[in-house]
């Protein structure tokens, strides 16, 4: 599947579920705040997104027991990588445009905290999405990683371009910036893994078949306001 199509799967799952996204990105930044209950508010944020929700909507209980059942799993995972980041995010701005030697490690360091900042991001999804402890999670974030090199970057600049946006217009990005992301790595992962997602609102293997044939075709916006219109005697 097209990196396109999948982030774009991925704001669909925004509009379809419009308020639950919202309310639980507003849920995240009030646990983010508090920093202790920002890494498991992370996987309880990943973890309601998961695409394979759709055919049974979560309950708000749902994200609590997932939020309390998440502090083992989801602390190692930040401590691994938010230092690493910031110290490298804090090397990059003290060293870049000085004249100290130590500024042709520069272009190491950004490569290195985009690397470390997407291993952390997709560790979190698979945390989340598999259930797996932060070792598994951290290998299966590797391997997602490794195997799709190119499209992690990409999908990563994407991101931060959609991200960016979203701050600066603020309201987007407190409503529902964190969950729009969660459910568009959340695509990415589970499409790089294999695991099979349901969509409730795709044809049956019957109604493909008749499209397919031109059998009874969908008829378009305008043609139904048409049929619903009184005929003039």
Known sequence: MSLLKLIWRGVRDLFDQLLAFSLYSISWWICAITVVGGPPATVALFSMCDPRRKVAQPEFSDAIAVFRESFRRSWPIALITVPLVLILGWNVSFFAGSDHPLIVLV?????????????????????????????NAYRGATYILVLRPIRSIILFVILLVLMTAFTVMVIPMLLFGPALLAAIVNRFVLESLDVPIIDPDAPTSERQYEREQGINPDKGFVARLRERQPKKR
């Open 107 to 135: 272009p190491l360091w950004v490569i290195l905290m985009i690397i470390l900042t997407i291993l952390g991001t997709y560790a979190f999804s698979v945390a989340a999405t598999m259930e797996s402890r932060w070792r």
